[in-house]
């Protein structure tokens, strides 16, 4: 649904986006993870024709709308006819009502009336937004109002959505919330790509994760997978009874000796069964052994250094 390959961009002496390639596939929830300035934005609005980068290409639902520095306009407004897009600093018109907004945005497609109605009325139910479907938006909480945009997004009843951070700022239930109506729009079959630089964002949500970082995709993968992946760097805290050190003649392992009775061991995988071997066979006794998995909070940290 969106290949990126090599994309640059440079704002005058700023590098935004650095050679950043990612591939998006139909039906994936993909988030887009990445620190304050990382260049998630400018991948966005890069992707959707919105700023012209220098390099690179890029193709939307298959077809190549980005080469040699140029957009093919046609090709971009075609395709974009199928794509929703909730920008991270929208605005709504404050003094219109839900439906009044839906009707204007769903008239911008080329919707029929009858059509548009019935699109509003299914997205706001969709929403929990048909109780105040008449309401001025103006007096909206932030939930409320990123509700509206997201039913902007939708009114095309798009293939691909495009989210810009559209849980920042929203409370706990806003976020629950939010959450649901992507997994939603995945049991619909539908693809969504959102950004965030929270990583409780898009931890129980997404299915793939790319992590950008100073305008370069540094992983892009499975949660479950970049989980594994840093599970094999566990460290060992193990607590000995012994008159005399014990050798752990591992060349794969990282080893502390603390002190005769105290070591700290980090190694891939799950190694406890040879710690117990070494250990008995050297005559000592395990009193503690403790394993440190790293939080994936802690792996988003350390991927973002
Ligand atoms: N119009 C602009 N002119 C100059 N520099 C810009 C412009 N827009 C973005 N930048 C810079 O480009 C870099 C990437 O910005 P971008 O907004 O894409 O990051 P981001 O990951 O979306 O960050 P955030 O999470 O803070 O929105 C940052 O250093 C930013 O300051």
Redesign the pocket.
């Known amino acids: 649904m969106i290949e990126i390959e090599n994309l640059v ?1 440079k ?2 002496d ?4 650095n050679g950043l390639t990612l591939t998006v596939k139909k039906g994936q929830i993909y988030g887009f993870l ?12 890069s992707t959707l024709g919105l ?1 012209r980068p220098q390099g690179g290409t890029i193709k939307l639902l298959g077809e190549e709308v980005f080469r040699n520095g140029s957009y093919r306009e046609s090709t971009l407004v075609k395709v974009k006819k199928n794509i929703g897009y909730m920008p ?1 600093h929208a605005t709504l018109w404050d003094f219109l009502t839900p439906m009044q907004t839906l009707s204007i945005i769903g008239e911008s497609f080329g919707m029929p009336k009858s059509e548009r109605e019935r699109r509003a009325r299914e997205l706001l139910e969709m929403l929990n937004l048909w109780e105040v479907r008449d309401k001025k938006i103006g007096k909206f909480s932030k939930g409320m109002r990123q509700r509206v945009l997201l039913a902007q997004a939708l009114i095309n009843d798009p293939e691909l959505l495009i989210l ?2 559209p849980m920042t700022g929203l409370d706990p239930r806003g976020i629950a919330e939010f959450k649901d109506i992507i997994r939603e729009q995945k049991r619909e079959g539908k693809t969504v790509f959102f ?1 965030s ?1 929270i990583l409780a964002h898009v931890e129980e949500v997404c299915d793939t994760v790319g992590v ?1 970082v100073k ?1 370069k995709l540094r992983v892009e993968d499975s949660i479950d997978s970049i989980k594994q992946s840093f599970l094999k760097k566990a460290g060992y805290l193990i607590l000995l009874e012994t008159d005399k050190p014990v050798r752990f003649d591992m060349t794969d392992w990282k080893i502390e000796q603390v002190s005769p009775t105290k070591y700290k061991i980090k190694a891939s995988g799950d190694i406890r069964p040879k710690i117990n071997e070494i250990v008995w066979s050297q005559g000592a006794k395990i009193l503690q052994l403790m394993v440190r998995v790293p939080s994936l909070e802690e792996i988003f940290l350390k991927m973002v250094e």
Request: proline share 4%; net charge neutral.
């Open positions: 961009k704002y005058r700023v590098q935004a986006l990445g620190p304050n300035g990382a260049g998630k934005s400018t991948t966005i609005l700023i991270e810009d951070e950004s630089h950008i305008g």
